[in-house]
């Protein structure tokens, strides 16, 4: 998932904030039944997160500023490396299930 450059401005008050945010991926972690060791967001200018080798994710902080189910995608997708390190064949399945799965609890909120 290649950081494209974005420009749509997104006003402040639209912007999820941190602990928001991290208690979504933790809501994530739980579905996934992964723990990862540290949830960290920063400035990151070529990804919108990565996933250590040790358990530690980061986040691009703009990832706040962009709609949800994008920001799920990214999320999902960090968390499952905590499972399958790599992009292959069982990633990609597992990483389709829970997107189907995530919109599917979203479609029952609505």
Known sequence: ??????????????????????????????????????????PMKRKWASCSSRGRLTFDTNLLNQPPDFRREVIVHELLHLKVPNHGKLFKALLKAYLEQGDALEKTKQ
């Open 1 to 42: 998932m290649k950081k494209a450059e974005s420009s749509e401005w997104i006003a402040l008050e639209e912007a999820l904030p941190v602990d928001l945010f991290i208690t979504e991926v933790q809501a994530w972690a739980r579905r996934l039944e992964v723990t990862p060791r540290e949830i960290r967001l920063r």
